[in-house]
Protein backbone atom coordinates (compact mmCIF):
# COMPACT_ATOMS: atom_id res chain seq x y z
CA UNK A 1 0.00 0.00 0.00
CA UNK A 2 2.75 2.21 0.89
CA UNK A 3 3.81 1.81 -2.59
CA UNK A 4 0.93 1.99 -4.58
CA UNK A 5 -0.45 5.11 -2.45
CA UNK A 6 1.24 8.60 -2.04
CA UNK A 7 3.33 8.90 0.98
CA UNK A 8 0.85 10.72 3.39
CA UNK A 9 -1.42 8.10 2.84
CA UNK A 10 0.06 5.58 5.00
CA UNK A 11 1.51 5.56 8.39
CA UNK A 12 3.50 2.86 9.93
CA UNK A 13 3.40 2.17 13.38
CA UNK A 14 5.50 -0.55 15.25
CA UNK A 15 4.90 -1.50 18.85
CA UNK A 16 7.95 -3.21 20.19
CA UNK A 17 9.35 -4.13 23.66
CA UNK A 18 11.54 -3.18 25.55
CA UNK A 19 13.29 -5.40 28.38
CA UNK A 20 14.41 -4.27 31.49
CA UNK A 21 17.33 -5.93 32.88
CA UNK A 22 17.72 -6.21 36.99
CA UNK A 23 21.43 -7.26 36.80
CA UNK A 24 22.15 -4.08 34.69
CA UNK A 25 19.88 -1.86 35.96
CA UNK A 26 18.63 -0.34 32.43
CA UNK A 27 16.45 -1.03 29.60
CA UNK A 28 17.42 -2.22 26.20
CA UNK A 29 16.72 -0.83 23.72
CA UNK A 30 18.70 -3.39 21.13
CA UNK A 31 15.60 -5.54 19.94
CA UNK A 32 14.25 -2.30 19.11
CA UNK A 33 17.12 -1.48 17.07
CA UNK A 34 17.43 -5.15 15.69
CA UNK A 35 13.46 -5.35 14.89
CA UNK A 36 13.33 -2.12 13.09
CA UNK A 37 16.08 -2.78 10.75
CA UNK A 38 14.09 -5.84 9.74
CA UNK A 39 11.38 -3.96 9.04
CA UNK A 40 13.70 -1.84 6.32
CA UNK A 41 15.00 -5.17 4.79
CA UNK A 42 11.06 -5.70 3.69
CA UNK A 43 10.81 -2.40 2.82
CA UNK A 44 8.84 -0.43 5.96
CA UNK A 45 10.36 2.45 7.64
CA UNK A 46 8.48 3.19 10.76
CA UNK A 47 6.62 6.43 11.37
CA UNK A 48 6.28 5.98 14.66
CA UNK A 49 7.56 3.94 17.67
CA UNK A 50 5.06 2.69 20.45
CA UNK A 51 7.78 1.26 23.11
CA UNK A 52 6.32 -1.13 25.99
CA UNK A 53 8.10 -1.44 29.19
CA UNK A 54 7.03 -1.96 32.43
CA UNK A 55 8.68 1.36 33.32
CA UNK A 56 8.41 5.45 31.60
CA UNK A 57 11.21 5.32 29.10
CA UNK A 58 13.92 7.44 29.92
CA UNK A 59 14.67 10.61 27.76
CA UNK A 60 18.62 9.62 26.91
CA UNK A 61 17.31 6.17 26.01
CA UNK A 62 14.40 7.83 23.87
CA UNK A 63 17.35 10.01 21.56
CA UNK A 64 19.54 6.81 21.10
CA UNK A 65 15.97 4.56 20.09
CA UNK A 66 15.45 7.61 17.45
CA UNK A 67 19.17 7.91 16.26
CA UNK A 68 19.75 4.40 15.74
CA UNK A 69 16.13 3.83 14.12
CA UNK A 70 15.76 6.88 11.92
CA UNK A 71 12.21 7.90 13.94
CA UNK A 72 11.59 11.21 14.86
CA UNK A 73 12.52 12.19 19.06
CA UNK A 74 9.39 12.86 19.19
CA UNK A 75 7.48 9.88 17.61
CA UNK A 76 8.83 7.43 20.00
CA UNK A 77 6.26 6.99 22.42
CA UNK A 78 6.68 5.54 25.80
CA UNK A 79 4.09 3.34 26.57
CA UNK A 80 4.85 1.75 30.35
CA UNK A 81 2.91 -0.51 32.32
CA UNK A 82 -0.38 0.74 33.88
CA UNK A 83 -2.48 -0.31 36.83
CA UNK A 84 -5.65 -0.05 34.10
CA UNK A 85 -6.02 -0.27 30.34
CA UNK A 86 -8.11 2.54 30.22
CA UNK A 87 -5.57 4.98 31.58
CA UNK A 88 -3.50 4.61 28.64
CA UNK A 89 -5.30 6.83 25.67
CA UNK A 90 -4.65 9.89 27.95
CA UNK A 91 -0.76 8.38 28.22
CA UNK A 92 -0.93 8.26 24.43
CA UNK A 93 -2.50 11.76 23.77
CA UNK A 94 0.03 13.42 26.41
CA UNK A 95 2.04 12.48 23.88
CA UNK A 96 0.66 14.02 20.75
CA UNK A 97 0.38 10.46 19.15
CA UNK A 98 -2.78 11.38 17.66
CA UNK A 99 -1.16 14.96 16.18
CA UNK A 100 1.77 12.99 14.78
CA UNK A 101 -0.10 9.96 13.16
CA UNK A 102 -3.02 13.18 11.75
CA UNK A 103 0.26 14.56 10.75
CA UNK A 104 1.80 11.96 8.51
CA UNK A 105 -1.25 11.64 7.39
CA UNK A 106 -1.88 15.15 5.93
CA UNK A 107 -5.22 15.31 7.97
CA UNK A 108 -6.87 18.48 9.64
CA UNK A 109 -8.49 17.49 12.98
CA UNK A 110 -9.27 19.56 16.30
CA UNK A 111 -7.74 18.58 18.98
CA UNK A 112 -9.66 15.39 20.59
CA UNK A 113 -11.07 16.04 23.81
CA UNK A 114 -10.77 13.10 26.02
CA UNK A 115 -12.66 14.98 29.25
CA UNK A 116 -15.42 12.03 29.10
CA UNK A 117 -12.69 9.36 29.23
CA UNK A 118 -11.01 11.07 32.15
CA UNK A 119 -14.08 10.83 33.99
CA UNK A 120 -14.28 7.48 33.15
CA UNK A 121 -10.41 6.85 34.43
CA UNK A 122 -11.54 9.12 38.20
CA UNK A 123 -14.65 6.72 38.78
CA UNK A 124 -12.55 3.96 38.27
CA UNK A 125 -9.72 5.18 40.56
CA UNK A 126 -11.76 6.86 43.01
CA UNK A 127 -15.14 4.68 43.86
CA UNK A 128 -17.49 5.48 45.78
CA UNK A 129 -18.66 1.87 47.02
CA UNK A 130 -17.20 -2.01 46.72
CA UNK A 131 -19.06 -4.94 45.78
CA UNK A 132 -17.89 -8.86 46.13
CA UNK A 133 -19.36 -10.72 43.10
CA UNK A 134 -18.80 -14.77 42.79
CA UNK A 135 -18.10 -15.78 38.92
CA UNK A 136 -19.14 -19.38 39.14
CA UNK A 137 -17.11 -21.06 36.42
CA UNK A 138 -15.13 -23.76 35.67
CA UNK A 139 -12.40 -22.41 33.47
CA UNK A 140 -10.95 -20.29 36.82
CA UNK A 141 -7.81 -21.68 36.69
CA UNK A 142 -6.99 -19.42 33.69
CA UNK A 143 -9.34 -16.38 34.48
CA UNK A 144 -8.20 -14.63 31.04
CA UNK A 145 -11.23 -17.29 29.89
CA UNK A 146 -13.60 -14.54 31.62
CA UNK A 147 -12.03 -11.54 29.90
CA UNK A 148 -15.20 -9.99 28.22
CA UNK A 149 -17.37 -10.49 31.31
CA UNK A 150 -14.97 -9.23 33.99
CA UNK A 151 -14.52 -6.40 32.20
CA UNK A 152 -18.22 -5.75 31.66
CA UNK A 153 -18.61 -5.81 35.29
CA UNK A 154 -16.02 -2.84 35.64
CA UNK A 155 -18.05 -1.23 33.30
CA UNK A 156 -20.54 -1.48 35.05
CA UNK A 157 -18.68 -0.43 38.28
CA UNK A 158 -17.50 2.59 36.75
CA UNK A 159 -21.18 3.85 36.02
CA UNK A 160 -22.07 3.00 39.54
CA UNK A 161 -19.22 4.12 40.99
CA UNK A 162 -18.59 0.59 42.35
CA UNK A 163 -15.02 -0.99 42.72
CA UNK A 164 -15.88 -4.70 41.66
CA UNK A 165 -13.91 -7.59 43.91
CA UNK A 166 -14.40 -10.57 41.54
CA UNK A 167 -13.98 -14.23 43.82
CA UNK A 168 -13.77 -16.55 40.87
CA UNK A 169 -15.53 -20.16 42.04
CA UNK A 170 -14.83 -23.10 40.59
CA UNK A 171 -18.17 -24.75 40.22
CA UNK A 172 -16.39 -28.41 40.56
CA UNK A 173 -15.14 -27.07 44.39
CA UNK A 174 -18.98 -26.57 45.16
CA UNK A 175 -19.64 -30.41 44.01
CA UNK A 176 -17.45 -31.20 46.52
CA UNK A 177 -17.46 -28.61 49.34
CA UNK A 178 -20.85 -27.46 49.35
CA UNK A 179 -21.35 -23.59 49.13
CA UNK A 180 -20.05 -22.07 51.73
CA UNK A 181 -17.34 -20.45 49.69
CA UNK A 182 -20.31 -18.45 48.29
CA UNK A 183 -21.30 -16.67 51.87
CA UNK A 184 -20.64 -13.17 51.94
CA UNK A 185 -21.10 -12.25 48.41
CA UNK A 186 -23.08 -9.77 47.36
CA UNK A 187 -23.85 -11.25 44.05
CA UNK A 188 -23.40 -14.07 41.37
CA UNK A 189 -22.34 -14.48 38.20
CA UNK A 190 -22.50 -17.69 36.34
CA UNK A 191 -21.01 -17.21 32.68
CA UNK A 192 -20.95 -19.27 30.11
CA UNK A 193 -19.45 -22.64 29.08
CA UNK A 194 -19.43 -25.65 26.95
CA UNK A 195 -19.47 -29.67 28.22
CA UNK A 196 -21.25 -31.21 31.38
CA UNK A 197 -18.21 -30.87 33.94
CA UNK A 198 -18.93 -28.94 37.15
CA UNK A 199 -22.64 -28.91 35.76
CA UNK A 200 -23.90 -29.98 38.85
CA UNK A 201 -21.95 -27.65 40.76
CA UNK A 202 -23.59 -24.96 39.26
CA UNK A 203 -26.80 -25.86 39.31
CA UNK A 204 -26.01 -25.93 43.35
CA UNK A 205 -24.70 -21.75 43.14
CA UNK A 206 -28.12 -21.23 41.00
CA UNK A 207 -30.12 -22.78 43.80
CA UNK A 208 -28.16 -21.33 46.38
CA UNK A 209 -28.77 -17.85 44.58
CA UNK A 210 -32.67 -18.38 44.51
CA UNK A 211 -33.23 -19.76 47.94
CA UNK A 212 -30.90 -17.03 49.72
CA UNK A 213 -32.39 -13.99 47.76
CA UNK A 214 -28.88 -13.04 46.71
CA UNK A 215 -28.73 -11.13 42.96
CA UNK A 216 -27.88 -13.94 40.31
CA UNK A 217 -27.22 -13.49 36.45
CA UNK A 218 -27.04 -16.16 34.58
CA UNK A 219 -25.64 -16.39 30.82
CA UNK A 220 -25.99 -18.45 27.81
CA UNK A 221 -25.56 -22.37 29.10
CA UNK A 222 -26.47 -21.49 32.80
CA UNK A 223 -29.75 -19.69 31.87
CA UNK A 224 -30.27 -23.23 30.69
CA UNK A 225 -29.18 -24.31 33.96
CA UNK A 226 -31.28 -22.10 35.92
CA UNK A 227 -34.07 -23.28 33.93
CA UNK A 228 -33.51 -26.93 35.31
CA UNK A 229 -32.37 -25.66 39.05
CA UNK A 230 -36.14 -24.52 38.86
CA UNK A 231 -37.96 -27.50 37.21
CA UNK A 232 -36.01 -29.37 39.81
CA UNK A 233 -36.88 -27.94 43.11
CA UNK A 234 -40.05 -26.02 42.00
CA UNK A 235 -42.09 -27.44 39.30
CA UNK A 236 -42.10 -30.93 40.13
CA UNK A 237 -39.76 -32.25 37.90
CA UNK A 238 -37.11 -33.98 39.92
CA UNK A 239 -34.97 -35.72 37.10
CA UNK A 240 -35.14 -32.52 35.19
CA UNK A 241 -32.31 -31.61 32.82
CA UNK A 242 -30.99 -30.83 29.01
CA UNK A 243 -31.04 -33.36 26.57
CA UNK A 244 -27.67 -32.38 25.92
CA UNK A 245 -26.15 -34.15 29.27
CA UNK A 246 -28.90 -36.42 30.43
CA UNK A 247 -30.57 -37.87 26.55
CA UNK A 248 -32.56 -40.10 28.45
CA UNK A 249 -33.92 -37.45 30.52
CA UNK A 250 -38.02 -37.95 31.56
CA UNK A 251 -37.89 -33.85 31.83
CA UNK A 252 -35.85 -32.51 28.76
CA UNK A 253 -36.47 -28.93 29.80
CA UNK A 254 -33.59 -28.20 27.33
CA UNK A 255 -33.44 -29.51 24.11
CA UNK A 256 -32.02 -29.45 20.88
CA UNK A 257 -34.14 -27.49 18.12
CA UNK A 258 -33.96 -30.22 15.48
CA UNK A 259 -34.98 -27.28 12.61
CA UNK A 260 -33.93 -23.42 12.87
CA UNK A 261 -34.41 -20.70 10.58
CA UNK A 262 -30.98 -18.79 9.94
CA UNK A 263 -30.91 -15.28 9.56
CA UNK A 264 -31.59 -15.35 5.74
CA UNK A 265 -33.78 -17.36 5.61
CA UNK A 266 -32.68 -20.74 5.27
CA UNK A 267 -33.85 -23.73 7.27
CA UNK A 268 -30.93 -25.83 9.09
CA UNK A 269 -31.56 -28.89 10.62
CA UNK A 270 -29.43 -29.93 13.51
CA UNK A 271 -29.01 -33.30 15.52
CA UNK A 272 -26.36 -34.05 18.17
CA UNK A 273 -24.78 -35.44 15.43
CA UNK A 274 -23.99 -32.25 13.88
CA UNK A 275 -20.76 -29.58 13.42
CA UNK A 276 -21.05 -28.15 16.80
CA UNK A 277 -19.64 -24.58 15.34
CA UNK A 278 -21.85 -25.12 12.31
CA UNK A 279 -25.41 -25.68 13.53
CA UNK A 280 -24.87 -22.45 16.45
CA UNK A 281 -27.27 -19.50 16.59
CA UNK A 282 -24.75 -17.19 16.21
CA UNK A 283 -24.37 -13.34 16.19
CA UNK A 284 -26.92 -10.26 16.64
CA UNK A 285 -30.77 -12.01 17.12
CA UNK A 286 -33.52 -9.62 17.99
CA UNK A 287 -35.53 -10.32 21.22
CA UNK A 288 -39.10 -9.23 22.45
CA UNK A 289 -39.38 -7.88 26.02
CA UNK A 290 -42.69 -8.87 28.18
CA UNK A 291 -44.24 -5.07 29.44
CA UNK A 292 -43.91 -4.83 32.74
CA UNK A 293 -40.99 -7.27 33.48
CA UNK A 294 -37.71 -6.51 35.38
CA UNK A 295 -36.37 -6.74 31.75
CA UNK A 296 -37.90 -4.40 30.24
CA UNK A 297 -37.43 -1.96 33.13
CA UNK A 298 -33.36 -2.82 33.07
CA UNK A 299 -33.96 -1.97 29.41
CA UNK A 300 -36.58 0.37 29.12
CA UNK A 301 -37.54 -0.42 25.54
CA UNK A 302 -39.72 -3.83 23.78
CA UNK A 303 -37.07 -5.19 21.74
CA UNK A 304 -33.64 -5.49 21.90
CA UNK A 305 -31.13 -7.24 19.13
CA UNK A 306 -28.22 -9.61 21.67
CA UNK A 307 -25.38 -11.79 20.22
CA UNK A 308 -25.42 -15.66 20.83
CA UNK A 309 -23.64 -18.59 20.69
CA UNK A 310 -25.40 -21.42 21.41
CA UNK A 311 -27.04 -24.75 20.23
CA UNK A 312 -29.76 -26.11 22.70
CA UNK A 313 -33.04 -23.82 23.53
CA UNK A 314 -35.15 -23.42 26.53
CA UNK A 315 -37.84 -26.35 25.37
CA UNK A 316 -40.98 -24.56 24.29
CA UNK A 317 -43.33 -28.16 25.46
CA UNK A 318 -42.16 -27.54 29.13
CA UNK A 319 -43.16 -23.69 29.28
CA UNK A 320 -46.77 -24.16 30.94
CA UNK A 321 -45.51 -26.06 33.86
CA UNK A 322 -42.74 -24.05 34.64
CA UNK A 323 -44.52 -20.81 34.03
CA UNK A 324 -47.14 -22.43 36.40
CA UNK A 325 -44.89 -22.73 39.43
CA UNK A 326 -43.96 -18.90 38.93
CA UNK A 327 -40.97 -18.85 36.07
CA UNK A 328 -41.23 -16.07 34.08
CA UNK A 329 -40.03 -16.09 30.39
CA UNK A 330 -39.76 -12.11 29.87
CA UNK A 331 -38.11 -11.81 26.55
CA UNK A 332 -38.79 -14.23 23.70
CA UNK A 333 -36.90 -13.90 20.54
CA UNK A 334 -38.92 -12.42 17.18
CA UNK A 335 -38.48 -15.05 14.76
CA UNK A 336 -38.51 -18.62 16.32
CA UNK A 337 -40.25 -17.43 19.49
CA UNK A 338 -37.86 -19.00 21.98
CA UNK A 339 -37.03 -18.08 24.97
CA UNK A 340 -34.34 -15.74 25.78
CA UNK A 341 -34.80 -14.10 29.57
CA UNK A 342 -35.93 -15.36 32.73
CA UNK A 343 -36.71 -13.92 35.70
CA UNK A 344 -37.79 -14.52 38.85
CA UNK A 345 -40.62 -12.04 40.35
CA UNK A 346 -40.93 -12.63 44.01
CA UNK A 347 -36.71 -12.92 44.02
CA UNK A 348 -34.91 -9.30 44.53
CA UNK A 349 -32.64 -9.27 41.47
CA UNK A 350 -32.73 -12.79 39.43
CA UNK A 351 -32.28 -12.56 36.02
CA UNK A 352 -30.95 -15.11 32.70
CA UNK A 353 -30.62 -14.40 29.60
CA UNK A 354 -29.41 -17.16 26.73
CA UNK A 355 -27.52 -13.92 25.01
CA UNK A 356 -24.00 -12.59 26.01
CA UNK A 357 -24.30 -9.33 26.55
CA UNK A 358 -20.87 -8.85 27.79
CA UNK A 359 -19.95 -8.51 24.00
CA UNK A 360 -21.89 -5.91 23.65
CA UNK A 361 -20.61 -3.47 26.77
CA UNK A 362 -17.87 -0.38 26.67
CA UNK A 363 -16.18 1.66 29.03
CA UNK A 364 -18.10 4.39 27.88
CA UNK A 365 -21.24 2.84 27.18
CA UNK A 366 -21.72 0.06 29.57
CA UNK A 367 -24.80 -2.17 29.29
CA UNK A 368 -27.98 -2.08 30.96
CA UNK A 369 -27.84 -5.96 31.99
CA UNK A 370 -24.61 -5.43 33.88
CA UNK A 371 -25.40 -1.53 35.50
CA UNK A 372 -28.95 -3.02 36.91
CA UNK A 373 -26.63 -6.42 38.25
CA UNK A 374 -23.88 -4.47 40.09
CA UNK A 375 -27.22 -1.77 41.90
CA UNK A 376 -29.05 -4.99 42.85
CA UNK A 377 -25.11 -6.40 44.56
CA UNK A 378 -24.90 -2.67 45.89
CA UNK A 379 -28.57 -2.69 47.36
CA UNK A 380 -27.68 -6.51 48.78
CA UNK A 381 -24.58 -5.14 50.39
CA UNK A 382 -26.61 -2.16 51.67
CA UNK A 383 -24.67 0.33 49.76
CA UNK A 384 -27.18 1.97 47.58
CA UNK A 385 -28.36 5.30 48.24
CA UNK A 386 -29.74 7.81 46.18
CA UNK A 387 -26.32 9.57 45.15
CA UNK A 388 -25.07 7.24 43.17
CA UNK A 389 -25.62 8.10 39.78
CA UNK A 390 -24.42 7.04 35.91
CA UNK A 391 -21.33 8.14 35.20
CA UNK A 392 -21.65 10.17 31.59
Known amino acids: MAIELPRDHTCFIHLTLLPYLPSAGEIKTKPTQHSVKELREIGIQPDVLICRADRSLPED ?13 EAVISAPDVDSIYKIPSGMQRQMLDEIVCHKLGLLARSADLSAWDALVHAIEHPLHEVDIALVGKYVGLTESYKSLSEALIHAGIHKRSRIHIHYVDSERIEGEGTQCLEGMDAILVPGGFGKRGVEGKIRAIQYARETGIPYLGICLWMQLAVVEFARHCAQMPDA ?5 EAATPHPVIALITEFKAADGRLEHRSTASDLGGTMRLGGQECLLEPDSLAHRIYGKDRIVERHRHRYEVNNDSLPQLRAAGLRTSGR ?3 EDLCELIELPGHPWFVACQFHPEFTSTPRGGHPLF ?22
Request: hydrophobic share 40%; glycine share 4%.
Open 241 to 245: HSTEF
Open 333 to 335: SSQ
Open 371 to 392: ESFIEAALRQRGALTPGIVRVS
Open 61 to 73: ERRKIALFTNVPV
